[in-house]
């Protein structure tokens, strides 16, 4: 199978549709995936084959249940698929200790995806989190912070 249709089902599908169990067709039981986050040292990673993939996507869900996605673009060349992307949803569910705000997010994000034997082996992902608090109210906009930074 394509790259590119792996990848645009793992969005389409597993997430959208949310049809968990097209994780089981798409997502290799050995896959690795790589978080960015802010810091010296190596990017963290963590095994998530299907099973914890559909736990992950879960949890959003229970926390967000009217997320969607919405591919803005893709760049795929040979195994490799990037994927800039956009979530919308509401936030109605305890998400990381944080009690429901009913507040709407837009959450930008990007993905990497290598896929080997029509399954995704391995999975890069940056989420623009401090986006994701700002809305939710927990942490001031920009400007205020670099306001009080600045003091």
Not at 6 to 20: G, H, N, T, Y
Not at 53 to 82: C, N, Y
């Amino acid at each position: 199978m394509d790259s590119g249709v792996v990848s645009r089902r793992f969005f389409e599908e597993v997430w959208d549709a949310r049809r968990l169990e097209v994780a089981d067709e798409i997502v290799a039981a050995d896959c690795i995936t790589r978080q960015l986050r802010s810091s010296d040292g190596p990017m963290p990673s963590a095994s998530r084959g299907p099973d914890a993939l559909k736990e992950h996507v879960r949890s959003w869900l229970a926390a967000f249940p009217d997320l969607m996605w919405e591919i803005e673009a893709v760049v795929t060349q040979g195994d490799r698929v990037v994927t800039w992307a956009m979530a919308r949803g509401t936030h109605e569910g305890q998400w990381l200790g944080i009690a429901p705000t009913g507040r709407r997010v837009a959450i930008q994000c990007v993905v990497l995806h290598r896929v080997a034997d029509g399954r995704i082996a391995e999975d890069w992902v940056v989420t623009e989190a401090l986006g994701i608090f700002q809305q939710l109210g927990i942490v001031a906009d920009t400007p205020s912070l670099l306001a009080s930074a600045a003091r």
